[in-house]
């Protein structure tokens, strides 16, 4: 195993025992305010320098960040994160503006390798047009307030037949074949999140007028036009996402329909309920792929492995460095994802598994995140590992469906496989309206930063019902329908970071089609689009990946038709 173990790259700038505190980072931010740099070639080592330094603050960020969500109630881990949020930040802020004003400055800028450097200027100049000296303080607020959701939602637990649960553990009892089993869980659930309803409601609202005064500060309108700007959405516009709506509203959501009207012909009931929805039609019990964390990491080592051995090989290492956190348990954050370790040059995958199929997949998704982690661990600057979200979720959706193929590593039998590949598929088109509705839903929240909490509801409830609802009936649970948004970690963590996994999702369906096609080169095609991290523009990576950057309705058309006929072929 001690190949497996990672030697972290030597540090050639900083201190190799640099301890991240600020009396120690201001003397090396003072240096590079000052060095001069009289060559294009000392520029370049400028920016390999600072680079250095940013990725070595990332890291210390994101093991804070890590250790505090594994354990929410750790208050000496919730310090460790508020520390660097309020000590260190802050202080970097101004200085890195005035480090991109020197780069930006400089008359050497123009004889670097303009087709290496291109997507960095831009963003550098993007942020220099953003930066307003006022926003840091609320920067700062933002980041305190917004980690009150983890401890809020991390806390949660419920009660069923005298035993506690996790909500992640508690929604396996929605896939019981006894109606009033689901119906109980359900309730349970639900009555419990309408408990912390009024916490998080507060929370809310002092988020949106914090950003709200972000945006103003910055010179807009409001933070939906601001958040357009500093995600450097160059490609697409607020009126493309809204097109994109009406497009999923009128290709998806009937597809969905009809298969909601199965379901309810296949389970012999005269009206579909919330607890309806994730019990499978079979009238069998709920898959199990794997029986613990151990078993989940063990199989997706070797799922990913015979998809290609480099890949399994990655995974393997992450598990000889202990860069797993998987299994649910109280005081753990919801949600899962993977945080790249910026000089490490390897991620950390937390999840909260319940042993469900819905944990496969967020594994093999987290574990596409990994490989694209890996993949940019080498560019020169840490900068150009940055991606875009919709680059990140084209990494992470396309291996949901590319490892489908090898999903016999989790179920021994023809049948469980088959049902498996049906749940993913169905919940592949199911994704596109739920993220239709996060985001319309934030356009509209952001456009009307003057709203309360009723009006919240309300806008939430019009949305919603316009993408289906998620096909249930909800007479006589009104509140709890208008309470769903509270679920969504990205609305109260990272604003307007959701659109991208639509627009990703359609391009993992494309790099698949791809891929039964032709396995080998579009695995290359897609290894090689995630090797550029964020060198090229958007539509250059999607094109090395062999697919199109697009969201049309005629392109949204011809993907859901090709899922809907691939789901055909498994019946």
């Known amino acids: ?69 594994c354990d929410t109630a750790n208050e ?13 930040e802050p202080k970097i802020s101004p200085i890195a503006n005035e480090l991109n004003k020197k780069f930006s400055e400089s008359p050497f800028i123009d004889q670097l390798d303009q087709d290496k450097y ?20 609320l920067f700062t607020q933002l980041q305190v307030a917004q980690q009150k959701y983890q401890g809020i939602t991390g806390a949660m637990s419920v009660k069923i037949n005298d035993q506690e649960f996790t909500l992640e553990q508690a929604a396996n009892f929605l896939k019981d074949t006894n109606r009033s089993v689901r119906q109980n869980a359900w309730e349970t659930i639900q009555q419990r999140r309408l408990v912390a309803k009024d916490d998080l409601n507060i929370l809310f609202d002092e988020l949106v007028a914090m950003r ?50 199965k379901r309810q012909v296949a389970l012999g009931l005269t009206t579909l309920k919330p ?8 009238g069998k019990p709920a898959l199990k792929p794997f ?25 393997a290492i992450m598990k000889a460095n202990h860069l797993f956190d998987v299994e649910s348990r ?82 021994d039998n023809e049948e469980e496989l088959n049902r498996a590949k049906k749940e993913q598929l169905a919940d592949v088109l199911k994704t596109l309206p739920w993220v239709a509705v996060i985001d319309q839903f934030q356009h509209w929240i952001y456009t009307n930063p003057g709203h309360n909490a009723a009006d919240r509801e309300a806008a939430f409830k019009q949305i919603y019902t316009r993408f289906g609802a998620g096909f249930a009936d909800w007479t006589d649970f009104e509140q709890q329908f208008g309470n769903l948004w509270q679920k969504q970690l990205h609305l109260f963590e990272v604003p307007f970071y959701y659109i ?50 697009d969201f049309s309705a005629a392109y949204i058309k011809e993907l859901a038709e090709f899922v809907k006929d691939e789901l055909n072929k498994l019946s």
């Open 1 to 69: 195993m001690n190949n497996l173990i990672i030697n972290k790259k030597p540090r050639t700038y900083i201190p190799q025992d640099l301890k991240i505190e600020w009396e120690n980072l201001a003397p090396i931010l003072d240096e590079l305010q000052k060095r001069a740099i009289n060559s294009a070639q000392e520029l370049e080592q400028w920016l390999k320098d600072k680079s250095e330094l940013e990725a070595a603050l990332e890291e210390d960020f994101a093991w804070r960040y890590i250790k505090m969500s």
């Open 76 to 88: 000496d881990l919730v310090k460790s994160f508020q520390y660097f949020a309020t000590e260190i």
């Open 118 to 137: 291109f997507v960095y200027i831009r963003a550098v100049k993007k942020a220099l047009e953003l930066y307003r000296e006022e926003n840091i303080e």
């Open 212 to 261: 709200h005064q972000v945006a103003l500060n910055a010179g807009f309108e409001n933070y939906r036009d601001y958040m357009f700007q500093a995600l450097g959405r160059f490609d697409y516009t607020p009126k493309d996402c809204y097109d994109f709506a009406e497009a999923i509203e009128k290709e998806v959501v009937p597809v969905l329909k009809e298969q909601a009207e």
């Open 275 to 282: 607890w309806d929805m994730e019990v499978s039609t079979t």
């Open 291 to 315: 029986n613990n964390g151990q078993e989940l990491i063990d199989k997706s080592i070797a799922c990913f492995t015979a998809i290609n051995p480099s890949l399994g090989e990655k995974l």
């Open 330 to 411: 109280m005081g753990k954050a919801p949600g899962g994802y993977n945080y790249p370790l910026a000089e490490t040059g390897a991620p950390f995958i937390f999840m909260n598994s319940a042993n469900s199929l819905r944990d496969l997949t967020t594994m093999v998704h987290e574990g596409g995140h990994a490989i694209h982690t890996f993949l940019t661990a080498d560019l020169a600057l840490n900068d150009f590992k940055h991606c875009p979200s919709e680059v990140a979720e084209l990494a992470s959706m396309s291996m949901e469906l590319i490892s489908m193929d090898n999903w016999d590593v989790y179920f």
């Open 500 to 549: 991208e996994y639509a627009i990703a999702q359609l391009g993992a369906i494309a790099v698949w089609k791809n891929y039964k096609e032709n396995p080998s080169k579009a695995l290359d095609q897609y290894l090689a689009a995630l090797a550029l991290g964020y060198t090229k523009p958007m539509n250059e990576i999607y094109e090395t990946a062999g697919i199109k950057f």
